[in-house]
Nanobody, 120 residues
Framework: QVQLVESGGGLVQAGGSLRLSCAAS????????MGWFRQAPGKERDFVSI????????RYADSVKGRFTISRDKSKNTVDLIMNSLKPEDTAVYYC?????????????WGQGTQVTVSS
């Protein structure tokens, strides 16, 4: 099992910045990647950004490219998401996800979510 603890959400004005952090504990030895997803009211959970644990390669949703930056700290088992130039449409609950693998099977674990609200 893996436990995730998120922090850093809040209320910010449009154009502002926030930093989300996610700390993983438990069986993290076989981490494949960690990343962030978000879910706005009445919508499905969408991909935001992800970092591959071994290589550090990153991917971003088109809607956040150039504004958000994801980073990882392998020594602390943490992943951060720096969000700049925030827009009202970024308002959502942001979820951290870790993907691990064992004997050829991938497992996903989710955090409890942290609210990000961007006012216009």
């Amino acid at each position: 099992q893996v436990q995730l603890v998120e922090s850093g959400g809040g209320l910010v004005q449009a154009g502002g910045s926030l930093r989300l952090s996610c700390a993983a504990s438990g069986r993290t030895a076989n981490t494949y990647d960690m990343g962030w997803f978000r879910q706005a009211p009445g919508k499905e959970r969408d991909f935001v950004s992800i970092v591959t644990w071994s290589s550090g390669s990153t991917r971003y949703a088109d809607s956040v490219k150039g504004r958000f930056t994801i980073s990882r700290d392998k020594s602390k088992n943490t992943v951060d998401l720096i969000m700049n130039s925030l827009k009202p449409e970024d308002t959502a609950v942001y979820y951290c996800r870790i993907q691990t693998y064992d004997a050829g099977t991938f497992y996903n674990y989710w955090g409890q979510g942290t609210q990000v609200t961007v006012s216009s």
